[in-house]
């Protein structure tokens, strides 16, 4: 269940509501599960694992940690992150594979920065990236840098595992990206079938509850950010950004064509991916977008990103 915090939250924008709405806003809430990890400071996890390739030879890697606060949190996300977030860092790090919560803590990660000192990390958690199949990117909160001296690499200290268990991310390290860099594209996958949910959503929940791509795409292409994007000044995507995406799809003769999404999925909830709905037969192999349309976080502008589709 959220923490105390989230509840009152909750109470106050129900106070709003009419009482369907309120009444199917607690239902949400009861399914929810939060998706906060241990604050201990120290690695918890016993385990004898220790593979770090998967069975299909994939290394378990950080693909990127970005810094996208400097002390930025809002004073909110004492009730809403861990107590203490406000006015914290935050930099997501993202995992070549979906990650085994229960097995995350605090004192799994080592923040260094450029000088060589060694952060502070207050807790960590998946929020709100924790749909299903997005459980990859995991979200640092505490003091580890600045712009005098920031972030130069994060590193998996303690033991960490996949969701299926397979490998052990111990020991993987990533440079930090510079807090005045925009975000880039860091991963696209193409989405089975069974985890489509066409039609679905979003909840009115803060996290946890994207919308799903229109019933009767075709496929969907899932495109991870570094870090959680929006319009400048912070208003969702709307259609002015999911005509910039453009797909390459290699049709059954071997041509390419570009397709554009016709609408855009998990939407509404706060988080670094989206989802591009497709109406187009073929086989997905890269996407694309311009610079200059998306800010993360810390207002920082988007450059030309493009990156190739790989597999689940």
Not at 94 to 121: C, R, W, Y
Not at 199 to 213: F, I, N, R, V, Y
Not at 252 to 263: N, R
């Given at each position: 269940m959220p923490s105390r915090g989230w509840m009152l939250i909750l109470v106050l924008l129900m106070v709003s509501m009419t009482a369907c709405t309120a009444a199917k806003v607690m239902r949400q809430l009861n399914e929810y599960e939060i998706t906060l990890a241990s604050t201990s400071p120290v690695d918890t996890t016993k385990t004898d694992v220790t593979a770090t390739t998967d069975a299909n030879g994939k290394p378990a890697q950080l693909l990127s940690a970005f810094f996208g606060l400097d002390n930025g949190f809002p004073g909110i996300s004492d009730q809403a992150i861990c107590e203490g977030a406000g006015g914290k860092d935050g930099m997501p790090v993202?995992?070549?594979?979906?990650?085994?919560?229960?097995?995350?803590?605090?004192?799994?990660?080592?923040?260094?920065?450029?000088?060589?000192?060694?952060?502070?990390?207050?807790?960590?958690?998946?929020?709100?990236?924790d749909d299903a199949g997005e459980l990859r990117t995991v979200l640092l909160v505490g003091e580890?840098?600045?712009?005098?001296?920031?972030?130069?690499?994060?590193e998996v200290v303690g033991?960490?595992?996949?969701?299926?268990?397979?490998?052990?991310?111990?020991?993987a390290s990533v440079k930090a990206i510079p807090l005045q860099d925009g975000p880039t594209m860091i991963l696209a996958q193409t989405l089975p079938k069974e985890r489509l949910a066409l039609?679905?959503?979003?909840?009115?929940?803060?996290?946890?509850?994207?919308?799903?791509?229109p019933v009767g795409t075709r496929q969907v292409v899932n495109v991870t950010w570094v870090g959680g994007v929006t319009k400048p000044g912070g208003d969702e995507v709307d259609d002015v950004e999911r005509q910039l995406y453009k797909v390459t799809v290699e049709q059954?003769?071997?041509?390419?064509?570009?397709?554009?999404?016709?609408?855009l999925g998990d939407l509404g909830d706060g988080d670094n991916n989206h989802r591009l709905c497709l109406d187009v037969e073929g086989a997905p192999k890269s996407v694309s977008f311009p610079g200059g349309h998306m800010t993360d976080p810390n207002e920082d502008l988007n450059p030309d990103t493009s990156i190739d589709v790989t597999q689940p």
């Open positions: 993202i995992f070549s594979h979906e990650v085994d919560l229960s097995t995350m803590q605090a004192g799994d990660f080592k923040v260094t920065t450029a000088s060589g000192q060694v952060g502070k990390l207050l807790c960590v958690t998946l929020a709100p990236a580890y840098g600045s712009k005098d001296d920031p972030p130069a690499t994060v033991n960490l595992l996949s969701i299926d268990g397979s490998v052990n991310f111990k020991g039609g679905k959503k979003a909840t009115a929940l803060p996290w946890g509850g994207g919308s799903g791509c059954a003769d071997g041509s390419q064509i570009q397709a554009t999404p016709f609408a």
